[in-house]
């Protein structure tokens, strides 16, 4: 019904920037409240940030609070994760996911994207 897109993933050093976006296809994207979650190697799914359908609210975990911020655009349909101050601790496949309502448990997330790496080099 709904498909995702992550992209932007890639190598960089300890203290740089990364861009994540997330593209969505079908018309019903706004409907959902959006989570960013990430996964290392040997590691449970985590959550990282999360917008609500309007962008109106915002939530992050503590680890990326200060760092990271979310945002989304409904009418191009695309989400994104600007990761500033990296930290080697960062690296993880990033997934970008759907619900409705507002939560950080990933069981509540509906749909899902494949994934991009990002690897923070110390």
């Known amino acids: 019904q709904v498909q995702l897109v992550e992209s932007g993933g890639g190598l960089v050093q300890a203290g740089g920037s990364l861009r994540l976006s997330c593209a969505a296809s079908?018309?019903?994207?706004?409907?959902?409240?959006m989570g960013w979650f990430r996964q290392a190697p040997g590691k449970e799914r985590e959550f990282v940030a999360g917008?609500?359908?309007?962008?109106?609210?915002?939530w992050y975990s503590d680890s990326v609070k200060g760092r990271f911020t979310v945002s989304r655009d409904n009418v191009r349909n695309t989400a994104l994760l600007q990761m500033n101050s990296l930290k080697p601790e960062d690296t993880a496949v990033y997934y970008c996911?759907?619900?409705?309502?507002?939560?950080?448990?990933?069981?509540?997330?509906?749909?899902w994207g494949q994934g991009t790496q990002v690897t923070v080099s110390s």
């Open positions: 917008i609500s359908w309007s962008g109106g609210s915002t």
């Open positions: 996911a759907l619900s409705f309502g507002s939560t950080r448990n990933a069981n509540d997330y509906l749909f």
């Open positions: 079908g018309r019903t994207f706004s409907r959902y409240d």
